[in-house]
């Protein structure tokens, strides 16, 4: 691990005495700055079915790159579709490919001798992951869909690939939401075309009818793409289930005031249920703050 | 689903007669629905049999067999649109098929005693056969729309009108599905990888432009939202395209290049060298600074294009100057760094590398930095002119360095892309398959560059993760130009290439004559370029030409614009100086 940690001693600049702009003090080279990952997840059948068609995906790891080692994780949730036959299946079949890409592509070649091969980049490692869990579906459970919406964060990036209407918010610590997805539903089509408003969409009958989905569509199309993570906040991965019931604003005050990850995810899903419990429900929080570490 | 065989009728046992046998497997074990299927299929069969219209396939007979249902029909020799989609079919031959495609709908939609409704209308199942003529094969899928479920989907996605997702569908919806085919044929891109009814946002003269603006508008009025805002019957929209036709409103110069530019720009000033101009200028104050390939630095008054000094060096001059502390600062070929006063034009000293020189400086904290063909980053001290470091880096160095986050990215002509502290330390290296000539850039940590490998590389500046690469026709040595979410381009193959930033995604093209080498700048949301075919582009950010000028030579720099103009070297060894708009 010597290599990992040790500051080479070459060349040092000498300061210009005669210049007003010196250069950076030396220090703030000195360390790498990376979030550090805490996340928890709950599930629940919700009070009008007995059956989960959600799945949900949690791992965090560490990949080495360029000599340094850097923090990873991969969340996902899916909602398999209802009414289609395997929808359950689906959706298990699609975190479960999506782990297992993961894992071949970005933990497994560290410990192996090092090739020519050209490193995998982010957005290409997540498309591969969902053509293979669109292919695994046709194999494992044909005829079944699934949304899915998978949040890999390595280092300093956040790169997502999404389908459906599953959804992944960042929730900063000062209460600002951002809604990382695009609903693939025929409703929020609407809605961006100005035919119908967001409280009609609430309410409208078609508000389950998605017009892309894993398994369903071919060819399949997701929203592949990468963003900075920014410094510090929260993750949130949820099913519609959450998101269909639950206010924004109460989903963000639980998640502020809970002192505990795992405490937060309970409370959602305790909100989504006291609204009726309509559908399937999973939530996923990650915690994230960015932190120096010695290099 | 079900295949389509091709067979031979032997109830002629004496010829050949060939015919489609068109093949359903019934999957399903649950007999109400096995009974509703067959219904569907004999229904099908029934339908074609009432049916006698030349771009309508014959039906012969059907049966059920086993858990199989077949049709025989008459056998088409020909290719679906979808098959023709990437073969390059003038658009006249486009408006015929549309315009046949009309007819056979206003002949199912004229059907007594009930009109009947295609309601798949799609590149799939529209076949040309071996005639030229239009077939409509596919007559299975008239089922109602359900949107009850849970987690539904909706039907032949992208084709569909909007109505279709609320259970009505009346002729009209066959007259947008044919819009919304002719849209797919035309700009080749899938509606069912976009968005629902957004077609709007791909204008079809944007991804082909040689398509007249009269189909664009009839195609747009298939496809509006409202039904009562489209075409009333296939036989309005017949006439419509049948206009076009006989208008011949397609002369031979609808090229969008020549039919954007109304009015002709007019330079306000040209400044002739003594040999080419192949670099980038500088603007400060009025001023505008520039190198030639007749080792001379100008130096011009940016109102009239008068000399104001020029400075000669040993060697032509590629590099971009800057201007730091009333000094202006740039490379030459005589593998110096000069330093020259803002104002006189004399030299204040200059630094040798170990070979010529056609990276361009930056300065940051009192020092400069510059690439060589030595191989080296050179930092140098602004006040002394002596070295503080240099880098080795194994290969010459031609881009620019680019500063951010006190840190130094750039790429040399054997293809490792660096990234340095300012003490001069590598923080992490990449290595592309082939040189990088042209520079990076940093933006919201993220460093995007291309390459001569022919990729576009996006990496997260602090790792050198990377976080996409986009596959461009050719190789590149243009330097990337952001504008919001969006990245510019500039290609050997000759295309403006706009990629989302967040994705890696294509946006659109803009093609051009000849490679584009220099790099794009933005000014009040409009896009400038120069290519080596000569001319100097402006663009709107959908990539629509607004205006275009030719200089008398190959342009291979970057245009420079102040308040209202826009300044270009040319290999004709002319500085032009241009209005923003005509």
Redesign the interface.
Known sequence: MKNLFQR?Q?????T?A???????S?Q??AS???PRLHSAFAQSSGIQRDYNEDAVLAIEFFVT??D?L?NAGIYAVA??????LH?EIASKVAVMSVASLVVERLLLPQFKPPTAQ???????ILKEAISSAHQEIHQKASGG?TTLTCCLI????L?IAHIGDTRAYYIGTNGDVKLYTRD?S?VK??V??G?ISEQEAQNH??R??????LG??D?V?A??????LPPSGYLLLCSDGLWGVVPESQIVQTIRQSSDLQEACYQLIQLANETGGP?NISVILVKFQSTSSSE | MGAVYKARDLHFPNVVKQVAVKEMVIQTRDPVVRASIIRNFEREANLLATLDHPAIPRIFDYFTAHDRSYLVLELINGKTLEALINEDIPIPQVIQWAIEICDVLSYLHNHQPEPIIFRDMKPSNVMINQYGKVMLIDFGIAKPFRGDQKGTMIGTEGYSPPEQYRGQASHLADIYALGATLHHFLTKRDPRLEPPFSFGERPIRQFNPQVPPELEAVIYKALQYDPSDRFQSAKDMKMSLEAILSKNALPPSSHPSTRAVTQKIQPIWTFQCQDEIRGTPAYKDGWLFFGCYDHFFYALHGNKGELIWRYQTDGPIVSRPIIEDGNVIFGSADHRLHVVNQLSGKILWSYFTGAAIYSSPVCSGGHIFIGSDDAHLHAINLMSGNAVWKFDSGSPVRTTPFISNDKLYFGNEYGDFLCLDFRGNIRWRFRAKRGITGSAIVFNGVVYFGSLDGMVYAMEANSGWQMWRFRLGKPTISTPCLNGDDLYIGCADGNVYCIDIRSGKEQWRFTTEHQVAGSAVVHNGKIYFGSVDQHLYCLDKNGALIWKFQTGGAITGTPVIDQDRVYIGSTDGKMYALPLSP
């Open positions: 080479s070459k060349k040092n600049i000498p210009t005669q210049s007003s702009q010196n250069m950076p030396p703030s080279q790498i700055v990376q790159y360029q340094i850097r909602d398999g579709m209802g009414g289609h929808g050209t490193q995998n980049s982010l957005i290409s869909g390595v280092s300093n990036t790169t693939h025929l089509r609407l961006e075309l035919q009958p078609q389950n009818v998605l017009y892309r989905a369903q569509t060819p199309e929203d592949v793409f990468s963003l900075p559908d």
